[in-house]
Nanobody
Framework: QVQLVESGGGLVQPGGSLRLSCAASGTIFSIYVMAWYRQAPGKQREAVATITSGGGLTNYIDSVKGRFTISRDNAGTTVYLQMNTLKPEDTAVYYC??????????????WGQGTQVTVSS
C-alpha cells in the first residue's frame, strides 16, 4: 500500500508562483509513475504532469508547458509541482497520483486528498 499527502496549495495572484509537494510512504518501491492531476469545478479531472520512477521522464499537458515543472527528490519519496506564471484558469483542486505494481496484490492506483489552488486578484 501507498499513502500520499499533498501540501502547498493556496491563494495566489495571476502571474504568481506556488510549489506543491506530495510525500509518499508505504511500499514506494512499487511505484512506477507519479502524477499531478487537477479538477476545476464542473470539469473532469485531468492529468497535468507525470514523472516516471525509473528514468525520471516527464510529460505535461499543453496548457502548462513552460510554466509548470514536475520533479522528485533523490529518494523518490517526494514529488513536487513548481507552478509559475499562474493563470486564473489554473484554479482547481490538485491531486497527487501514484501508480504501482505490488508483487502480492498486483496493480494499484493511489490518490492524495487534494489541495486547493486558487489564482485570483
Amino acid at each position: 500500500q501507498v499513502q500520499l499527502v499533498e501540501s502547498g496549495g493556496g491563494l495566489v495572484q495571476p502571474g504568481g508562483s506556488l510549489r506543491l509537494s506530495c510525500a509518499a510512504s508505504g511500499t514506494i518501491f512499487s511505484i512506477y509513475v507519479m502524477a499531478w492531476y487537477r479538477q476545476a469545478p464542473g470539469k473532469q479531472r485531468e492529468a497535468v504532469a507525470t514523472i516516471t520512477s525509473g528514468g525520471g521522464l516527464t510529460n505535461y499537458i499543453d496548457s502548462v508547458k513552460g510554466r509548470f515543472t514536475i520533479s522528485r527528490d533523490n529518494a523518490g519519496t517526494t514529488v513536487y509541482l513548481q507552478m509559475n506564471t499562474l493563470k486564473p484558469e489554473d484554479t482547481a483542486v490538485y491531486y497527487c497520483n501514484a501508480k504501482a505494481v505490488h508483487s502480492n496484490i498486483g496493480a494499484r492506483e493511489y490518490w492524495g486528498q487534494g489541495t486547493q489552488v486558487t489564482v485570483s486578484s
